[in-house]
């Protein structure tokens, strides 16, 4: 009784890292301990109910919690005082009573058993009685008078314990109230005492299922349907948790069969409007979002679903009239407020996306894709790593499979000079071991030749097939390996945007596939229809990646290469592609789950054909020498900063150029006083905005020397500042985000330009600043250097490319362990 048929959204774990924990982080904890226990984890539970006990010593769902699990395990006199405690902190709460007196009950001592339940009983003798206590409850839900439901329920239990109807009311109740996890225990009781109760089974499926216990609650759901076929509810309900789980056409299958129950219910259009979007049919979603309009023009559920798929359809006008109509309807419409805040942030309106979101968490903090937003938000707007690692973890904590929030979080963490390489490993091998846990048990390889000799079919999945940094380093790439023979190279683009770059691209591939609105299982019978050999990811940890379609493993080899630095943290990738002086292989193998695969070199680049000749070294006509980066503002962190700083102020006669700086960028004044709290005055600092590749370019003729950021060091922009004849001092990191300098400049041959720490780093940094003749020299000539180098000759790497292709698919044939091998430069 008293469900709800609520449109259940997709969802995305770890918590937020601090020592004083808000409500919502408490909440976080408890919930986690309580999916915990579900799975009889309970070393693990204990460790979440701990960090909320250390804060909170007398939070009393934390004592009782802990006393559940000491019952369970056997420790019944140590749960007693647990649950004791948690009834002094809490006298009201009958299911503590319940547990209470259980345990009693297993002492096998009947006077201390009736004295408990006299005391329980004394608690609850409430003057709220009504003659029929049935309808009493289900009149008091109807009028959503949860607090008397609940007074007379804990009453009527206190009476009689196996009172399976007031447990099933008392449930549904807290359910309503948002009190998630004591709904949880009342509303299994309520099962184990109605194991024939359709609504009972409904109401704990409905429960798992935003709680994101997904097994558990289909299985309620198809024993609500097969107690009760005429449930019509328990489909819908049935169809969002199929759906969460991936389980698309069967989810489909369900919503249609409670559509032929009676078409007019909208709601079950609503929710299928939303399996049809992920599915990637937008025409036929949009067609099922008219006829629920039809049916229900005043529905603000209605209104939110047409306006989400005319968003997916680019209509952002027509679906913001729709999202507005539906928060004119229901101005408490949490997911409308998402809705329209993902418009304006696919509009990279970031500005205004941002008041959307954050009203929509104020409304139901659950919302994952929010959090995700403001965490890329904080990051991308903001500048504030902090808040968005804070809101990348909540996320994760409402959904851990939200596999965008966890990609989002990994890649802000490479920028981080707060995190070890071997933590940052280890928070790369947790998206490997959510995403591939249920998974590895179906990897299979067909019945392909094994012929070492035969063309070999190639896939390409990125996000990046357009005028982006990724698709300028592979593009020369994929010309000359679309011309090898050995080779036939397929696309899938995971892209939504279509431009010159895109159309230069598709004629390298044999096959063309857009994937960006078809879900992993598609894309994998795809794939394997088209028997890729060798699939190759170009995105990793950045937007539009495809990692969860990797995890299913549908090439019998993945490999990783160019679009990430660092390990996808995936079982199922076995290459990553690098270079020597990036990834030596003894050094950095312990990072990777993948086996190195190290070129002479992995990536090349083409200089900007407009790009100007190199200018004299401007030191030589001014009073000063002027340091200058490139680096995107994300990577300028305090370390970086008061490295920066002691150059500075060891080069008195020096200035900054700052060309980084997105325009709009609202913290230019706070980003700036971090360099005067350093003793660097304004004065010194030369600040340029972003702008077009001409004028980019244009501005390093008026830098001496370039110098790098850490831990996450420059790479296309290192690049640029080395064909414009202006090296960068970098020192020599321990992992691949921080060895970047390193390698550029080893391969112009510039090894003088990196230092082994931060004091050489100065040290270098000051006799170059003295040395302007010798810098001068280099300069003239760094456009020669590039050109002998194999970064700048992409026929090379091609080639290079091409013999690790084959010699992986040898070993492949020829049944041989993983190991990570090297191509050599002749």
């Known amino acids: 009784m008293g469900a709800k048929m609520e449109f259940e959204k997709p969802v995305a774990t770890a918590m937020p890292r601090k020592d004083v924990l808000n409500d919502q982080d408490i909440a976080l904890l408890l919930t986690k301990a309580k999916q915990q226990i579900d799975q009889n984890e309970f070393e693990a539970a204990i460790t979440f109910l701990n960090q909320v006990l250390n804060v909170q010593p007398d939070q009393p769902l934390a004592k009782f919690m802990l006393g559940d699990i000491l019952t369970k395990v056997g420790a019944t006199q140590d749960a007693l005082p647990c649950l004791e405690n948690a009834i002094q902190l809490a006298p009201q709460s009958i299911i503590y009573w319940h547990s209470y007196i259980r345990l009693i009950q297993t002492f096998n001592d009947s006077s201390a058993s009736r004295e408990a339940i006299e005391i329980a009983r004394q608690q609850f003798n409430d003057e709220l009685i009504f003659p029929n206590a049935s309808e009493s409850l289900e009149l008091l839900y109807r009028e959503g008078r949860y607090l008397d439901l609940d007074r007379l329920a804990s009453h009527l239990i206190s009476i009689k314990l196996e009172d399976g109807v007031s447990w099933r009311f008392l449930g549904i ?94 709601i079950a259009r609503v929710n299928l409007v939303g399996i049809l979007k992920e599915k990637g049919e937008l025409e036929k979603a949009l067609v099922e979002a008219k006829k629920a309009l039809k049916a229900a023009p005043s529905s603000p559920d209605v209104c939110n679903a047409l ?178 023979s050995s080779f036939k190279l397929h696309a899938y683009y995971n892209g939504d945007t279509f431009d010159k770059v895109t159309e230069k691209l598709k004629q390298f591939f044999f096959s063309w596939a857009v994937i960006k609105h078809r879900n992993d299982h598609d ?213 691949l985000v921080s060895r970047n300098g390193y390698c550029l400049m080893t391969h112009a041959g510039l090894q003088e330009m990196v230092a082994k720490d931060e004091k050489t780093f100065i040290e270098l940094g000051v006799f170059w600043s003295k040395n302007r003749n010798a810098l001068a020299d280099i300069r003239k000539n760094l456009r020669s250097r590039c050109l002998a180098s194999p970064k700048f000759q992409p026929d090379r790497i091609a080639n290079y490319l091409a013999s690790a292709l084959k010699q992986m698919w040898l070993n492949w044939c020829s049944g041989m362990p993983l190991d990570a091998f090297e191509i050599p430069e002749n």
């Not at 309620?220 to 948790?241: E, K, M, S, T």
């Not at 980084?660 to 709290?677: D, V, Y």
Request: glycine share 6%.
């Open 523 to 735: 894309v994998y019978e795809l794939i394997r229809k088209d028997s890729i050999d060798i699939l190759v990811d170009l995105s990793g940890h950045t937007s539009n990646n495809r990692l969860t379609l990797f995890a299913m493993k549908p090439a019998p080899i993945a490999v990783s290469w160019i679009g990430y630095p660092g390990t996808t943290g995936l079982g199922a990738m076995d290459y990553f592609i690098s270079e020597s002086s990036l990834t030596p292989i003894q050094e950095q193998s312990r990072y990777f789950t993948e086996k190195l695969c190290n070129l002479p070199s992995s990536a090349p680049f083409e200089p900007f054909e407009l790009a100007p000749e190199i200018s004299p070294l401007p030191s030589l006509e001014k009073d000063w020498f002027t340091f200058g980066t490139f680096n995107r503002i994300s990577k300028i962190n305090e370390e970086t900063i008061a490295i920066w700083c002691r150059l500075m102020h060891e080069v008195p006669a020096s200035k900054l150029f700052l060309g980084s700086i997105p325009t709009g960028f609202e913290q230019l004044e706070e980003f700036i006083q971090r360099f005067e709290r350093r003793g660097i005055d304004r004065g010194r600092l030369i600040v340029f905005y972003r702008s077009s590749m001409p004028v980019y370019l244009e501005q390093y003729k008026q830098i001496d020397l370039c110098i790098d950021a850490f831990p996450y060091n420059g790479a296309t922009t290192t690049l640029h500042g080395l064909w414009m004849g202006v090296p960068t001092l970098s020192i020599e990191g321990n992992q």
């Open 173 to 266: 109740s807290l359910f309503d109230q948002g009190r998630y996890i004591e709904s949880q225990y009342a509303m299994e009781i309520a099962v184990q005492l109605l194991p024939k109760d359709a609504i009972a089974h409904f109401n704990l499926a409905s429960l798992l299922s935003k709680q994101n216990s997904l097994g558990e609650a289909e299985k309620h759901f198809r024993q609500a349907i097969r107690l009760n076929p005429q449930l019509v509810a328990a489909y819908n309900n049935l169809g969002n948790c199929l759906r969460k789980q991936g389980k698309l056409d069967e989810a489909e299958s369900y919503l249609r069969m409670m559509i032929r129950f009676d078409k007019d219910f909208y």
């Open 307 to 484: 306006g989400s798929i005319l968003h997916k359809l680019g209509k952002n006008e027509e679906s913001l009239t729709q999202l507005r109509r539906a928060i004119e309807l229901n101005p408490k419409f949490a997911d409308a407020y998402n809705n329209i805040g993902s418009v304006y942030f696919r509009e990279k309106k970031y500005d205004q996306a941002k008041p959307y979101f954050l009203k929509a968490i104020e409304l139901d903090p659950q919302l994952g894709g929010a959090l995700r937003c403001l965490g890329q938000i904080s990051q991308t707007l903001d500048f504030d790593l902090t808040s968005a690692e804070r809101y990348f973890r909540m996320a994760l904590a409402v959904n851990q499979r939200d596999s965008e929030a966890h990609t989002s979080l990994l890649f802000m963490l490479t920028e981080s000079a707060a995190i070890s390489p071997e933590e940052l490993f280890s928070q790369h091998r947790s998206f490997g071991k959510i995403h591939e846990s249920a998974l590895k048990q179906t990897w299979e390889t067909d019945g392909r030749s094994k012929n070492a000799q035969r063309v070999l079919n190639v896939g390409f999945v990125s996000g990046d097939f357009n005028n982006h940094a990724v698709a300028s380093f592979v593009g020369p790439i994929l010309k000359n390996l679309s011309a090898n």
